[in-house]
């Protein structure tokens, strides 16, 4: 489903769990950090900001008091945004602590559809476990809690776990599926032209989409799924540069990249309440 004509969801997803300071000095990880950068985001035109929890070292954590504590800081800071949590977490975490931002009641979470496996790195061989029981159960408690989840798609084979919730009248439509396209992991697909279009067409019905690239992809791809009718995510978690060998500056001035863009097209960034009401996402 294509969003309204002339209007793009832009979500900055602020720090992720991979990328830290020493890549890129300019990643958000401790909460004020993270509410300076969602305010400039959302000044700079973003609805959404897409948040991972870092402890005092930078690691990602998954506790409930870490996470009210970013909540109390991005809304203190920035009344209007839509806060999304993440429950893909980090490599360190358990599946019990990936749920617990839950708790913190944000307006929406993200909800990844299947495992995956890093190929290299620090986290070779571990996977990234997303099996359909703990799916089901996740969608279930935010169903419950009303906490719209952005569901992680890193290929079609995702798809199966999306029909399944819809099946199983776990998800409340309209329905949000994000594109992940490019990410290292066994099992997901490069972020190009052809990927992005083959995620649209098998799109499950009253769904809108989202699309994530990675690292040089993120500009090129994303701005091809905003002509596409979709929304966008751009930010640091994806992407530490703003051109070729040179780092962005903060997450914003890649939110400000994607609205000089879509001004261009003729389109512009939903507000966060305009966003909401896209996609079913109750205020809070
Ligand atoms: N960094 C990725 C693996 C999540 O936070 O739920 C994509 C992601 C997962 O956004
Ligand atoms: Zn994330």
Redesign the pocket.
Known sequence: MKLPKGKVIITA?LN???VNKEMNPNVPEQPDEIAKAAKECYDAGASIV?I?ARDEKGRPTGTKEKFEEILAAVRGNCKEIIIQF????GANLTIEERVRCLDAKPESA???MGT?MRQTGAFAGQP?SNMTEDIEAWAAKMKELDIKPEM?CYSQSMYRDVHNLIKKDLLKPPYYV?F?LG?V?QGALEATPETLYSMYQFLPENCYFNC?ATSAAQLPVTTMAMIMGGAIRVGL??NIYYSRGVLAKSNAQLVERSVRIASELNSEPTTPDEAREILGIVRR
């Open positions: 997803s992720g769990a991979f897409h991972h993440s429950t893909g977490g993200s909800l990844n995956l990234f992680e994000n992940v990410m992991y994530t978690e994806d």
